[in-house]
């Protein structure tokens, strides 16, 4: 079994100095069966975890894995965010590795919605011309009226629900919450293009 104590005057690999976090913050506990666990020691400023949906919770002890974003105290510059393989790592290759398998994913996401907004495009054209054509040939009666209706309800439906705009700036803002530094020093939010480089700008990490 390994322990960690984490915190300003505690003995992780790699100095914490940060205001926000405490003495004695947290402590992982790696024990002989690999299971990796976190506990908060009733620090000041809390101690979070970031979820799959990208939001920071604040946890007293929780069963993490190596890959956890773990922030000791408040996610800005007076807190402390780092992976938790780092008490393990004195490069952060794996986190960068990490960060690009991410960006992959999201990348897959945005490809797919694309290709939705193609078809829906489509679909609302194809439903558009039937409706427009149709009320020429059918030049009266109540055929026509319903393919008017049709034609007016597709544009006022795809109006209200197809906003594809919308929906690539909520992804967006759902992939840059994983954006931070894995460098417990920097509080930097990294650009695609830092991850793809697997190198942070500021700190000069990776
Ligand atoms: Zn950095």
């Known amino acids: 079994m390994k322990q960690f104590i984490l915190g300003t005057e505690g003995n992780q690999p790699f100095k914490i100095t940060q205001m926000g976090v405490s003495h004695q913050h947290a402590r992982i506990t790696i024990g002989d069966d690999g299971v990796w666990t ?17 939001e920071m919770r604040r946890v007293g002890t929780m069963v993490i894995t190596p890959m956890t974003f773990i922030c000791l105290g408040p996610s800005n ?4 965010s ?3 393989i780092h008490l393990q790592n ?11 398998k991410l960006e992959d994913e999201f990348d897959a996401k945005e490809e797919s919605s694309e290709k939705m907004a193609r078809m829906m495009r489509l679909l609302i054209a194809s439903a558009s011309l ?7 040939v059918v ?20 109006t209200i629900f197809f906003n594809p705009a919308e929906k690539k700036k909520k992804l967006q803002v759902e992939r ?5 530094c894995p460098n ?8 695609k293009n830092e991850i793809r480089a697997m190198q942070c700008s500021k700190c000069k990490c990776g």
Not at 176 to 180: I, L, N, R
């Open 38 to 54: 976190l506990e908060d020691l009733n620090s000041t400023n809390g101690t979070f975890v970031r979820g799959e949906d990208g």
């Open 77 to 80: 510059a007076n807190g402390c």
């Open 82 to 84: 780092f992976y938790a």
């Open 90 to 100: 004195t490069d952060f290759i794996e986190e960068f590795e990490y960060l690009n």
């Open 130 to 136: 039937i409706a427009l054509v149709g009320s020429f």
């Open 139 to 158: 030049s009266h009666g109540p055929l026509q009226l319903m393919l008017l209706r049709l034609g007016s309800a597709v544009s006022l439906l795809s």
């Open 176 to 180: 840059e919450k994983f954006h931070a």
């Open 184 to 191: 417990p020093k920097c509080a930097h939010t990294l650009r």
